[in-house]
């Protein structure tokens, strides 16, 4: 854990200056997409979980460096190599004014790790919780497992009343167009309250002053107000007009006129989310596709030739505008886990090479896939794909861009509806090559690769990732994830673009943290 501890604290940013807490203030932000709803286990996408943390909490959390630390929960300890016993934190209220307990933990565990549930596969590594008295919970691993801290920093705490109150005890899978009183509504013990939540207008907190962290608060804030601003123009607009006081990302086009902006400047950092292509590839016939009976995806030259027809080089400079590193595999290189081997492109741009690949294959004139791809959720994400589109035509390959916002897009992929896809993944929850691995490579069982159904499946990998998750000497852990990695890259199990940098826009006086993981914490804020 130090090490992974190490890795984390390299990736993020510190806070940035120091202010007077004494005058509070509200606080006016926007980001390009909005929170797809208030329920935590509703599905697995880091800004809206990321919007949640504030109102709701886990038992441990991450804090500004990206360390974790005691939520609520104060302590832990392990009995055996499987079972871990939290302490919990007393007299602590819930907003309605229900007190936390034991059974609050374990109905959120039996809630998000429902067969029904689409967050089931978050807490994977976990066999049971049970409580043990109040103020006490064991839980029990299938096997030794380091990261199990960071994945229950994702686990946000129902109130078991509430939950039943608003007969919401069942999950909800807003992607089967499932609906449900916790898509709207929100309620935990953080340190602000939902006070309305109006989807694509506006999100309205204002400051818990029962919080039980309030003696060590660092934010001056007694009311917050999101908005969710798609259009990029429109979001400078409305920062370097005074009616916003942070706004992410900053559209990379307008970081200078921000800077020369008197009263607002751009912060940027180094992040951990990388981007990458996916496809279907274990899939018997792609439905998009002009071919019949076979799946041109499936076949390594293809995806060879699909990787040389793309020049990173050129999307770094013409799209990212130099915002962003080219990465080889699909992991960024400051979470833990990550090795120098894993470093450079597996194969060089070749559009020629490419063009013999493809004839090789049996596909002289190229064939016909579609691209699903989100367009208000990464940094240029359209323009991203509509780059790599031309230059896929360019060796013969007729892609067609199905763009979509991200409320539509997430879905798509859980659901493998997808030939191709544009993906980022931070690993936000573990920082660790493990959540890589289970997430995005290992083959999809319904629980394990979530985010790879119908794709990429390699029986040794899938065995590796098991040791991974359960390796406790560092060195023979290293040695796995490394095998891993190495597996997925030469099979071009999917195509690693990028790594993208942290991009916000603030007002002159406004003090935020910026962790590597793109996270707001709204705890960490300070108003002039």
Known sequence: MKRLALACAAAAVAMIGVSDPAAAKTFRWAYQGDAAEMDPQARRETFTDAVIANVMEGLVRYDENLKIEPELATRWELLSPTVWRFYLRE?????????????????????????RSPWKGALIAVKDIRKVDDFTVDVETHAPYPTLLSDLSNMMMFDQEWLVEHNALDPVDPGKGEEGYTIRHAMGTGPFILESYRPDDQTIMVVNPDWWDNANKKHNLTKVIFRPIKSAATRVAALI????????????????RINNTAGYEVLEAPALRTLFFGWRMSADELPSSN???????????????????LDMDTIKAKVMRGHSEIVGV????????????MDGRVLSYDPEAAKKLLAEAGYP????????????????????????????????????????????WSPTLRQGNADMFLLGWAASTTLDAHNVLINLAHSWDGKKGVYNPQGYSNNRLDE????????TNPEQRQLYIN?????????????PLHSQTLVWGVRNGVKVAQPANNVLMLRYVQMP
Not at 241 to 256: C, K, N, R, T
Not at 330 to 341: A, D, K
Not at 483 to 495: P, R, T, V
Request: include cysteine; charge should be negative.
């Open 241 to 256: 007009s005074g009616e916003l006081d942070m706004m992410y990302p900053v559209p990379l086009q307008d970081i200078g």
């Open 91 to 115: 007299g602590v209220k819930f907003h309605n004014g229900n007190p936390f307990n034991a059974d609050d933990v374990i109905t959120t565990y039996k809630r998000g790790t429902d067969e």
């Open 365 to 408: 004139d190229g064939f016909e896939v579609e691209l699903v791809c989100p367009n208000d959720r990464y940094i240029n994400d359209e323009a991203i794909c509509v780059a790599a589109v031309g230059m896929w035509a360019k060796v013969g390959v007729k892609v067609k861009l199905n763009s979509m916002p991200k409320a539509k």
């Open 330 to 341: 699909i992991m960024s290189r400051f979470l833990g886990g990550y090795h120098s081997s």
């Open 291 to 309: 071919v019949k009976g076979k799946n041109p995806l499936s076949d390594l030259r293809v995806r060879q030739a699909m990787f040389q027809a």
């Open 483 to 495: 095998e891993a990695f190495k597996l997925h890259k030469e099979e071009i199990g999917a195509i």
């Open 464 to 471: 590796l990732t098991e040791l991974i998750g359960k390796e």
